[in-house]
C-alpha cells in the first residue's frame, strides 16, 4: 500500500529544533535573503527603492543614500515595528505551518512564551500573508462552488419542552456567516465571508472567468449562475457524486475549516472570519508540500507584505 506522502520523510524537510537554534545574525540573514532574493540578499530602501545602501556597524539597521531613510530587514514588511527578535517570528512561521488544521494563539502564545495578546495579532498576521495573493486572483476552467455556516452558535434549552427550532431565522443570534469558496480543481482556492449565500454572487461573476464550468448543489441560489456559465448541479440529498458533477474538493476544504473551528479555535468570530477562512485556503492548497516549503513560502509572503493596516496596533485603539 502506497504511503501517504503527509506521513513520509518527503514531508518533513524541516525541523523546528533548527529554526530554534539559530542565533539573531542567521535569523537576520536568513529574512534578508529571502526578502531581497532578487538582489542576492542586496537591502533595498523600501520607500524609493534605491539599492544604494550602507549598513551600520553599530546597531542592524541600513541607510538609503538617496533619501536618506533608516530601515531595518523587517521594514516595510508585515513585521514592521516588531519588538521580538527576528528569530522569534521564524520559529512561529515554522510551528504556524506545522500545523495542518491551524493554530490557536494560546498555543502559539506558549511555545514562544509570549502574551496572548502577542500572539493573536502575530496569527493574524501571518493568515494576512497567506491570503494576500488572492486579492486579484482569477479561476477557470473546473470550478465548484459551495457555502458553509459558521459561528452565531445558541446554546438550546435544558428542557426539550422549552426548545426552539434553531434552523429558524427568528431563533438564530444574527451573528452567524457564510464562507462561500470557489475552488478550481488542479488550482486554487478563493473562500469569501457573506451573510447569505445570495449576496456572493457578484464575488462568483467577478472572480470566475466567462467559458467556465461550475458544479454546484441544488441550492436556490446558485441558480442565477445558469445564464452566465455552464452549470453542473448535485443534489446532496441523494448523492454526493454523479457522473462528475460533485463539489467534493469545496467540501474538502470546509472540513479542513470546520476543524480548525472545532479542534483549535472553538469559537470564530464572524469580524474575522475572513482570516481564518484564508489560512485554511492556503493550507488546502499546499497540502502536498513538505514543510520546510511551506515554510520559505511563507516568509516570503510576509517579507513581500506591507505594513498591515488592520493589526498594526490593534491593541492600541478602538476596534
Known sequence: MTQHFLLSA??????????????????????????????????????????????????????CKACGHQFSVTSGTIFASRKLPVRDYLLAIAIFVNAAK?????????????????????????????????????????????????GGYVRPENRKEDRVDLRLKANQSGKRRVVVVMRQRGGRTLPFVFRSEGESLPSILAR????????????????????????????????????????NQAESYFSRLRRAEWGQHHHISGRYLGFYAGGAAWREDTRRKPNGALYGLLIAAAAAHPVSRQWKGYWQRAR
Request: proline share 3%.
Open 10 to 63: 518527503k514531508a518533513r524537510t524541516l525541523s523546528v529544533v533548527q529554526v530554534a537554534r539559530m542565533s539573531e545574525e542567521e535569523a537576520r540573514a536568513a529574512f534578508r535573503a529571502i526578502r531581497w532574493a532578487t538582489t542576492d540578499g542586496d537591502p533595498v530602501c523600501p520607500r524609493c527603492g534605491c539599492c544604494a545602501v550602507y549598513e551600520y556597524a553599530s546597531r542592524p539597521i541600513f541607510k
Open 102 to 150: 491551524g493554530m490557536s494563539a494560546l498555543q502559539l502564545g506558549r511555545d514562544l512564551d509570549v502574551q496572548y495578546r502577542t500572539a493573536y495579532v502575530l496569527a493574524h498576521k501571518l493568515r494576512e500573508a497567506m491570503a494576500a495573493e488572492n486579492e486579484t486572483m482569477t479561476l477557470s476552467g473546473t470550478v465548484e462552488v459551495d457555502g458553509a455556516y459558521f
Open 208 to 247: 470566475v472567468e466567462p467559458g467556465s464550468t461550475i458544479h454546484a448543489d441544488e441550492a436556490p441560489s446558485w441558480d442565477e449562475l445558469h445564464t452566465r456559465y455552464e452549470t453542473r448541479r448535485i443534489n446532496h440529498s441523494i448523492a454526493f457524486s454523479d457522473d462528475g458533477a460533485c463539489t
